[in-house]
């Protein structure tokens, strides 16, 4: 039974790929280029820095003029965070009521992390980043730590993502992966599970389902 949950932050937790794609198209706008959204959805769904290279070579646009889009796109959220993803505070809570831990995997800096989630009123149990100086997914190092510093079983343990690196770094740290994708933008994974809500992660840790 699936007691304890590991967290990616942006994508899952924090909804931040609406605005992200609309950066890097707005990118390609303003210099005469054209592409959907939802193009540029299927892009970030594999890695940010995928789909800049991707855009900048097939519209000739330098990959930097993507990369300040990305960074001033964080520094706004500093002033005016992403929303929450729908069901994520209340589903904390409840695993949180049932026994388990919340805990946060992530390559945003830990600052930065921290403050996102105090904005938005989403309490984890704790957290690691890259920048305490861990390798980036899909090395699942992160993963490791946080299961010897709180003496987890990993058979009691579930990681939530929505990038295939995601699901490798925890499948590769023995824990049981689930992919939240949306249908506009499924991605090519390994995920044990996949969901396109947060409300489908209940029925895998027996929580009752959501209020309507």
Same mark, same amino acid.
């Given at each position: 039974?699936?007691?304890?949950?590991?967290?990616?932050?942006?994508?899952? *937790?924090?909804?931040?790929?609406?605005?992200?794609?609309?950066? *890097?198209?707005?990118?390609?706008?303003?210099?005469?280029?054209?592409?959907?959204?939802?193009?540029?959805?299927? #892009?970030?769904?594999?890695?940010?820095?995928? &789909? $800049? !290279?991707? *855009?900048?070579?097939?519209?000739? $646009?330098?990959?930097?003029?993507? /990369?300040?889009?990305?960074? /001033?796109?964080?520094?706004?959220? !500093?002033?005016?965070?992403?929303?929450?993803?729908? @069901?994520?505070?209340?589903? #904390?809570? /409840? $695993?949180?009521? &049932?026994?388990?831990?919340?805990?946060?995997?992530?390559?945003?800096?830990?600052?930065?992390?921290?403050?996102? #989630?105090?904005? #938005?009123?989403?309490?984890?149990?704790?957290?690691?980043?890259?920048?305490?100086?861990? %390798?980036?997914?899909?090395? %699942?190092?992160?993963?490791?730590?946080?299961? !010897?510093?709180?003496?987890?079983?990993?058979?009691?343990?579930?990681?939530?993502?929505?990038? %295939?690196?995601?699901?490798?770094? &925890?499948?590769?740290?023995? $824990?049981?992966?689930?992919? *939240?994708?949306?249908?506009?933008?499924?991605?090519?994974?390994?995920?044990?599970?996949?969901?396109?809500?947060?409300? @489908?992660?209940?029925?895998?840790?027996?929580?009752?389902?959501?209020?309507?």
């Amino acid at each position: 039974m699936y007691r304890h949950v590991f967290w990616d932050l942006g994508g899952t *937790l924090v909804d931040t790929y609406p605005a992200l794609d609309a950066a *890097l198209a707005g990118v390609v706008a303003a210099r005469g280029g054209h592409v959907g959204v939802a193009e540029v959805a299927r #892009l970030t769904r594999r890695s940010t820095g995928e &789909a $800049i !290279e991707a *855009l900048a070579a097939r519209f000739g $646009i330098d990959a930097a003029a993507f /990369e300040r889009a990305n960074a /001033e796109l964080k520094e706004s959220w !500093e002033r005016t965070p992403p929303p929450a993803m729908a @069901g994520a505070a209340d589903l #904390l809570a /409840e $695993i949180r009521a &049932a026994g388990g831990l919340n805990l946060v995997v992530t390559h945003r800096d830990r600052a930065s992390a921290t403050a996102l #989630l105090k904005g #938005l009123g989403l309490e984890v149990d704790d957290l690691v980043s890259t920048s305490d100086g861990h %390798p980036r997914k899909p090395d %699942p190092t992160m993963y490791r730590l946080l299961v !010897e510093r709180h003496g987890l079983d990993t058979g009691e343990c579930l990681a939530v993502g929505d990038r %295939p690196l995601d699901a490798t770094a &925890a499948q590769a740290a023995g $824990i049981d992966a689930v992919m *939240l994708e949306s249908p506009e933008a499924p991605v090519d994974d390994d995920a044990r599970y996949s969901v396109t809500t947060l409300a @489908g992660v209940r029925p895998l840790l027996f929580l009752a389902a959501s209020p309507a």
